[in-house]
């Protein structure tokens, strides 16, 4: 095999036959237990099963091809399925599909400005803060299914022996769930517990809400279909606000997932790829009749635990799932909701970081406040906006502990007062800076020395200009030494006069600098602080 093909499907070196024999059957786990879990979040969402199973074949098949990361599983997940909820049940399913296009679009513009490097800028918290919401989301979602006539979106709960054998179900393929892996992994559990349920309904006459009861999945391939929406002012009006929603949820989800994979199969995934790759398969999907979708952790790793690292697996997933999907429907029809909803409180239990529960009373009070903002804030509002809102709050908890370390020792060397700074000098930092100096009983040559500190920003450069016009007036002499040449351009033109700048060893700081060295002469930042 050629290096360039070898490169192509994500592997490291030459297949051999029992490797391209373990990507198949991979991807024929992947696709059994991708069925259950696309038809569970399609009804989570409001629309038919096969609007799930349509877009878990799509970008399913689309990422696998191209995506930034080979063995990554994708398709139709909650965290979508539960922002598509209100938009389906006010607007309906043909403004979900226009959405999902204009999700393809902002995450297209998102790879294009390489927009996923920023996914290294949450914290820890957010991120324990973030799965844990969206378990209880996936959670609180499953309730519906316990009302009458859940595809309506029920009126009242069940009661009596109904009640009882909706739990009696559920309970059971949580049990299959968890007993069955201690004997045997060759099936996916998910799968065997479905059959059996199943089975059980089937055979045993128990008369019990089916998928087949909420719409029929029977089907051929996706044909492409322009959204019927108007096209005018007020369609945009309602659809952006979601596309955003889902595309910052979607992307967010998958390069998180990505990152996990990375720490598994100890390379790297290209997070630029992985936008356009997610990109491009929502704005396909949503011409195709297809609920959009992003990067699955549980199936991801499930691929990956059953040998698929390379890209045959993904795409031999998608297409035994439209095999599944063109001659199986008559099956996944008579499948009771009560086994879905059991898969999904094993997703939930499997999603939840109980770890989080221990940890929070040893972490900082801080980050144990992020944690449970971030949780409460995707179920109160939604994921993206969590996340946005715990990154937020954990940039101002990092300002005001950065702010805390700004000081100085004070000597005297050679007849001048010497203050070497420690800490970052930025807006936070100003008051405790200032307050480190007294002019008027300071001595006549003052010197302020930058090595162990750094000007972060503007506010920084404002407060070091308003300093030496101080000391200007006061008709004493301030040396600034050990400053980044940045910093000694803005200040050579605004406050020359005024101070004197050491040019001895000043250093050319590259803290900021990617591996590639964009930032020549000593410019670290978008700013050139």
Same mark, same amino acid.
């Given at each position: 095999?050629?290096?360039?093909?070898?490169?192509?499907?994500? +592997?490291?070196?030459?297949?051999?036959?029992?490797?391209?024999?373990?990507?198949?059957?991979?991807?024929?786990?992947?696709?059994?237990?991708?069925? *259950?879990?696309?038809?569970?979040?399609?009804?989570? +969402?409001?629309?038919?099963?096969?609007?799930?199973?349509? &877009?878990?074949?799509?970008?399913?098949?689309?990422?696998?091809?191209?995506?930034?990361?080979?063995?990554?599983?994708?398709?139709?997940?909650?965290?979508?399925?539960?922002?598509?909820?209100?938009?389906?049940?006010?607007?309906?399913?043909?403004?979900?599909?226009?959405?999902?296009? !204009?999700?393809?679009?902002?995450?297209?513009?998102?790879?294009?400005?390489?927009?996923?490097?920023?996914?290294?800028?949450?914290?820890? *918290?957010? %991120?324990?803060?973030?799965?844990?919401?969206?378990?209880?989301?996936?959670?609180?979602?499953?309730? $519906?299914?316990?009302?009458?006539?859940?595809?309506?979106?029920?009126?009242?709960?069940?009661? #009596?022996?109904?009640?009882?054998? %909706?739990?009696?179900?559920?309970?059971?393929?949580?049990?299959?769930?968890?007993?069955?892996?201690?004997?045997?992994? +060759?099936?996916?559990? *998910?799968?065997? +517990?479905?059959?059996?349920?199943?089975?059980?309904? /089937?055979?045993?006459? /128990?008369?019990?809400?089916?998928?087949?009861?909420?719409?029929?999945?029977?089907?051929?391939?996706?044909?492409?279909?322009?959204?019927?929406?108007?096209?005018?002012?007020?369609?945009?009006?309602?659809?952006?606000?979601?596309?955003?929603?889902?595309?910052?949820?979607? !992307?967010?989800?998958?390069?998180?997932?990505?990152?996990?994979?990375?720490?598994?199969?100890?390379?790297?995934? #290209?997070?630029?790829?992985?936008?356009?790759?997610?990109? &491009?398969?929502?704005?396909?999907?949503?011409?195709?009749?297809?609920?959009?979708?992003?990067?699955?952790?549980?199936?991801?790793?499930? $691929?990956?635990?059953?040998?698929?690292?390379?890209?045959?697996?993904?795409?031999?997933?998608?297409?035994?799932?439209?095999?599944?999907?063109?001659?199986?429907?008559?099956?996944?029809?008579?499948?009771?909701?009560?086994?879905?909803?059991?898969?999904?409180?094993?997703?939930?239990?499997?999603?939840?970081?109980?770890?989080? !529960?221990?940890?929070?009373?040893?972490?900082?009070?801080?980050?144990?406040?992020?944690?449970?903002?971030?949780?409460?804030?995707?179920?109160?509002?939604?994921?993206?906006?969590?996340?946005?809102?715990?990154?937020?709050?954990? @940039?101002?908890?990092?300002?005001?502990?950065?702010?805390?370390?700004?000081?100085?020792?004070?000597?005297?060397?050679?007849?001048?007062?010497?203050?070497?700074?420690?800490?970052?000098?930025?807006?936070?930092?100003?008051?405790?800076?200032?307050?480190?100096?007294?002019?008027?009983?300071?001595?006549? =040559?003052?010197?302020?020395?930058?090595?162990?500190?750094?000007?972060?920003?503007?506010?920084?450069?404002?407060?070091?200009?308003?300093?030496?016009?101080?000391?200007?007036?006061?008709?004493?002499?301030?040396?600034?030494?050990?400053?980044?040449?940045?910093?000694?351009?803005?200040?050579?033109?605004?406050?020359?006069?005024?101070?004197?700048?050491?040019?001895?060893?000043?250093?050319?700081?590259?803290?900021? @600098?990617?591996?590639?060295?964009?930032?020549?002469?000593?410019? =670290?930042?978008? $700013?050139?602080?």
């Amino acid at each position: 095999m050629s290096e360039k093909f070898l490169r192509l499907i994500g +592997a490291k070196e030459a297949l051999s036959i029992d490797k391209v024999k373990t990507e198949i059957l991979s991807g024929l786990t992947v696709a059994l237990a991708l069925v *259950p879990e696309a038809v569970a979040f399609a009804i989570v +969402a409001g629309v038919v099963p096969l609007v799930g199973l349509y &877009a878990a074949f799509i970008v399913g098949l689309i990422t696998a091809i191209w995506g930034g990361r080979p063995g990554m599983i994708s398709g139709a997940t909650g965290a979508l399925a539960v922002v598509m909820v209100s938009l389906v049940a006010v607007h309906g399913v043909e403004y979900l599909f226009a959405t999902v296009v !204009l999700m393809g679009i902002f995450q297209l513009l998102a790879g294009v400005f390489h927009l996923g490097k920023f996914i290294r800028m949450v914290p820890h *918290p957010v %991120m324990l803060g973030f799965v844990n919401g969206l378990a209880i989301v996936i959670f609180l979602a499953q309730l $519906n299914q316990f009302k009458v006539n859940p595809s309506d979106g029920g009126s009242a709960w069940l009661e #009596g022996s109904s009640l009882y054998m %909706m739990l009696g179900l559920v309970w059971l393929t949580m049990v299959i769930m968890v007993v069955l892996p201690r004997f045997t992994k +060759a099936v996916p559990a *998910p799968l065997v +517990a479905i059959v059996v349920v199943s089975l059980i309904v /089937i055979f045993g006459g /128990i008369d019990v809400s089916t998928v087949g009861d909420v719409a029929s999945v029977a089907g051929g391939l996706p044909e492409f279909h322009i959204p019927m929406v108007p096209f005018e002012f007020s369609t945009l009006a309602i659809i952006v606000p979601y596309a955003l929603i889902l595309a910052a949820i979607g !992307l967010i989800e998958s390069l998180l997932t990505m990152n996990l994979v990375n720490d598994i199969l100890k390379t790297r995934g #290209g997070a630029t790829k992985e936008c356009l790759a997610q990109g &491009a398969s929502n704005l396909v999907t949503g011409f195709f009749g297809g609920m959009g979708g992003c990067a699955m952790i549980g199936q991801s790793m499930i $691929n990956v635990k059953s040998g698929g690292t390379t890209r045959i697996s993904g795409i031999a997933a998608a297409i035994f799932l439209l095999i599944i999907i063109l001659f199986a429907s008559g099956l996944i029809e008579q499948i009771p909701l009560a086994a879905l909803v059991g898969v999904m409180f094993m997703v939930v239990i499997g999603t939840f970081a109980w770890n989080s !529960l221990k940890t929070i009373r040893t972490m900082r009070i801080a980050d144990g406040i992020v944690l449970v903002l971030v949780t409460f804030v995707t179920v109160w509002q939604d994921l993206a906006i969590a996340v946005i809102v715990g990154v937020i709050v954990s @940039a101002l908890v990092f300002a005001w502990d950065a702010a805390k370390r700004m000081d100085a020792t004070v000597t005297d060397e050679s007849g001048s007062h010497i203050y070497k700074l420690h800490g970052p000098l930025f807006f936070g930092s100003i008051d405790s800076f200032t307050a480190l100096f007294n002019v008027d009983d300071d001595h006549q =040559d003052v010197v302020i020395d930058f090595m162990d500190s750094r000007v972060w920003d503007h506010s920084g450069i404002e407060a070091i200009e308003a300093l030496a016009a101080k000391y200007h007036l006061a008709g004493k002499i301030l040396h600034l030494k050990h400053l980044s040449v940045d910093c000694q351009n803005l200040l050579n033109k605004s406050a020359r006069q005024m101070v004197e700048i050491s040019k001895i060893e000043d250093p050319s700081y590259r803290v900021a @600098a990617d591996y590639k060295g964009h930032f020549p002469n000593g410019v =670290d930042d978008d $700013n050139g602080h």
